[in-house]
């Protein structure tokens, strides 16, 4: 069984401009989560989605958002990029909304912003 | 609310020896425990995992850890390590009503000296 897939793995943008990071669950898989790792602040839950809908948020600003499809692919996407947005982006799924429920993760979109 | 201290950034240990990465958390309602395991420009892999019963959980490349409430804690172990253990290792913790929401330790460095 394929593995959880993020696409692009590395991208360069300037200050200003807007992202967007597509992650492709594992195959049966309806959650997807994201999270943010950087060196100084670790890894950070930006939000969850289970069957296209927004079921979990972190405390991040309005300029990160995501969406769900109804093949449980997700995107999220970064508007007005500011210098300390460069970081790991990882994707995780689960196949439920379960608390107990492992989470598997991509290899994660580096995101450097100059 | 939870948290998740890990209380060593890093560690060196020299092969074959044992080793210990230490992982408190803080949480007010039941917990699921988990432990994952990240190798250079890769995302997360689960090493184990405590969801209920044995205290004392096996997990995979010979990592076990033992849950232990009283002390909130739980800590990964293994008898001897090998070169290909030096990662990065996160401690996470999710609990009842929080979905797919993981909170993540800062991280254990792990450098296995020849």
């Known amino acids: 069984k394929a593995g959880v897939t993020q696409t692009p793995r590395y991208l360069i943008k300037t200050r200003g401009q807007q992202v967007t990071l597509s992650c492709s669950p594992i195959?049966?898989?309806?959650?997807v989560s994201w999270y943010q790792q950087t060196p100084g602040q670790g890894l950070q839950f930006l939000f969850e989605?289970?069957?296209?809908?927004?079921?979990n948020k972190g405390n991040f600003p309005g300029r990160f958002s995501g969406r769900q499809f109804s093949n449980s692919r997700s995107e999220m996407n970064v508007s007005t990029l500011e210098l300390g947005d460069s970081a790991l982006y990882l994707c995780?799924?689960?196949?439920?909304?379960?608390?107990?429920?492992?989470?598997?993760f991509g290899n994660g979109t580096r995101l450097t912003v100059t | 609310a939870q948290s998740v201290t890990q209380l060593d950034s890093q560690v060196p240990v020299f092969e074959e020896a044992p080793v210990e990465l230490r992982c408190n958390y803080s949480?007010?309602?039941?917990?699921?425990l988990f432990w994952y395991v990240q190798y250079p420009n890769q995302g997360l892999q689960l090493l184990l995992k405590?969801?209920?019963?044995?205290?004392l959980v096996k997990g995979i490349n010979g990592f076990e850890a033992e849950f232990n409430k009283s002390q909130t804690s739980f800590h990964l172990r293994k008898p001897s390590v090998h070169i290909s253990d030096t990662a990065e290792y996160f401690c996470?913790?999710?609990?009842?009503?929080?979905?797919?929401?993981?909170?993540f330790g800062t991280g254990t460095s792990l450098t296995v000296i020849p």
């Open positions: 995780a799924s689960s196949p439920g909304w379960a608390e107990n429920s492992p989470l598997h």
């Open positions: 195959s049966g898989h309806r959650s």
């Open positions: 989605y289970f069957s296209e809908t927004q079921r």
């Open positions: 949480s007010s309602v039941s917990v699921y």
């Open positions: 405590y969801l209920s019963g044995s205290t």
């Open positions: 996470a913790v999710s609990g009842a009503n929080t979905g797919n929401q993981f909170y």
